[in-house]
């Protein structure tokens, strides 16, 4: 019987101030080798890192809801997919209003993605 895989990694767990040693929200959730991510507070690329995860790896994230210490390090993830040539296609789950943020942060760039974007809009 093949074995099932289910992990959760904390990447952060600090509320919105970090602390030493604590990082704002973040959870990356292995189901079966495709890797979820939940929330993306401030300094989730260098948990990422710190951790040897592959960002190309990340197919989905979710966003729980608009504080701070769930989204703002959103961008840069996306960013930094983009400038290391992610050509696969990423799912982002959360309120609507973060489409608005991402498109406007997008436009003001001037960044247009290498990669396929899907927003979900998740009600409450």
């Not at 093949?2 to 929200?25: D, N, S, W, Y």
């Not at 247009?112 to 998740?122: C, Q």
Request: proline letters at 3%; charged letters at 20%.
């Amino acid at each position: 019987m093949a074995q099932r895989r289910f992990e959760v990694m904390t990447l952060g767990t600090g509320a919105a101030l970090p602390a030493r040693g604590r990082f704002p929200t973040a959870q990356l959730v292995n189901v079966h080798d495709a890797l979820y991510l939940i929330d993306c507070g401030e300094g989730t690329q260098e948990r990422l890192r710190a951790a040897g995860v592959n960002f190309a790896r990340i197919g989905h994230i979710f966003i729980s809801h608009l504080h701070g210490d769930h989204y703002l390090g959103l961008m840069g993830l996306i960013s930094s997919m983009h400038l290391m040539g992610r050509q696969a296609e990423l799912h982002v789950h959360g309120p609507g209003l973060l489409k608005e943020i991402i498109d406007l942060q997008l436009r003001a760039s001037g960044t247009y993605l290498r990669y396929p974007w899907h927003f979900h809009v998740v009600e409450d």
